[in-house]
């Protein structure tokens, strides 16, 4: 590996690899990533992606040995590395939540005082449970903390909660939400402000937002009566008319639109005569 490479550290292999990888894809770097032993360099940019454990990520950040890193903000939450988030990067989503038995008497935190919680998240729950001025005791376990309470092991646990299908299953129920997080982006402290990395990671900050901003919008294009033109502008405002149109009742429109809003106001756009609509992906959105 080389040492004037940018060095950016992602999930071996679990729940933010593929999303991670289609991440950097879409931003325009090609590398080869089966195996995944140890890491891959980027053929059209000067970076090597380390693949390693999440939980290890923050401290290889801190300490330097990698530039930039990407996990979940629930692992930064939890280890507390000193190192700068740059960009939430809108995938990975989940929340840390306390849940408890279905049956259970318990109906709010307060009730919770005194009693065992398990969890794979000790300090967040600590953090958690002190700021809310209730005595527990918390026990860390590495897996299946779900199955602790059925165990008789803990009266609730800490866990995180994406689809809710882990707690319907294991008849456990959500008693509050603790903190929502998505993957993201972190720097070195020192890496954003040296000659050598600091232009490299601004450069990918770039591409990824450009990635981003491009997620949720579609290239629209349409034809409808000239006459519609303005009342159209209405619903979709970046719309403008095709360059050198014929001289006809009917104009080409395009524009970007967001996809979830599209499909509302597809009705308004066919009742004002809008026909031919496609709509199609855009690759980046530099803005
Ligand atoms: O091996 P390594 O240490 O790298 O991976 P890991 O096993 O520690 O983490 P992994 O791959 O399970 O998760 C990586 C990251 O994905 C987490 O740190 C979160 O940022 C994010 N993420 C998003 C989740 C979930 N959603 C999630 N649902 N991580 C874990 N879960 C688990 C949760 O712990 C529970 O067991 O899924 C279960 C609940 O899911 P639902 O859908 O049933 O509610
Ligand atoms: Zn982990």
């Given at each position: 590996m080389k040492t004037n490479t940018l060095r950016l550290a992602v999930q071996k292999d679990g729940r933010l690899t593929e999303e991670t990888l289609g991440l950097l894809r879409a931003s325009g770097l090609?590398?080869?990533?089966?195996?995944?032993?140890?890491?891959?360099?980027?053929?059209?940019?000067?970076?090597?992606?380390?693949y390693v454990r999440d939980d290890d990520i923050p401290s290889l950040v801190a300490t330097g040995t990698v530039d930039i890193g990407i996990l979940g903000q629930n692992v930064l939450n939890e280890k507390r590395a000193e190192v700068k988030k740059l960009l939430?990067?809108?995938?990975?989503?989940?929340?840390l939540a306390v849940s408890v038995p279905k049956e259970s008497s318990v109906s709010s935190v307060s009730d919770l005082a005194g009693k065992i919680i398990a969890t794979s998240y000790p300090k967040s729950a600590a953090r958690f449970f002190r700021e809310q001025n209730?005595?527990?005791?918390?026990?860390?376990i590495e897996g299946s903390v779900e199955v602790m309470p059925s165990l008789g092991a803990a009266s609730a646990i800490v866990d995180l909660v994406s689809s809710g299908s882990t707690l319907l299953v294991n008849d456990l129920r959500l008693l509050t939400p603790i903190y929502r997080s998505e993957a993201v982006l972190i720097a070195n402290t020192q890496s954003i402000r040296a000659n050598r990395s600091s232009q490299r990671i601004?450069?990918?900050?770039?591409?990824?937002?450009?990635?981003?901003?491009?997620?949720?919008c579609k290239f629209i294009i349409f034809t409808a009566p000239q006459a519609a033109s303005q009342k159209l502008k209405k619903i979709i405002p970046s719309l403008t008319p095709r360059a050198s149109q014929a001289q006809t009742t009917d104009s080409t429109l395009e524009g970007v639109v967001n996809e979830e809003a599209f499909w509302s106001m597809l009705g308004r756009l066919r009742a004002l005569g809008a026909t031919n609509i496609r709509l199609m992906p855009i690759e980046n959105s530099i803005l």
């Open positions: 090609e590398f080869e990533s089966y195996g995944r032993k140890l890491f891959s360099a980027c053929r059209n940019f000067p970076m090597n992606i380390v939430n990067l809108r995938y990975g989503f989940c929340t209730i005595n527990v005791t918390i026990i860390p601004r450069e990918l900050v770039t591409r990824f937002k450009s990635v981003l901003s491009a997620k949720n």
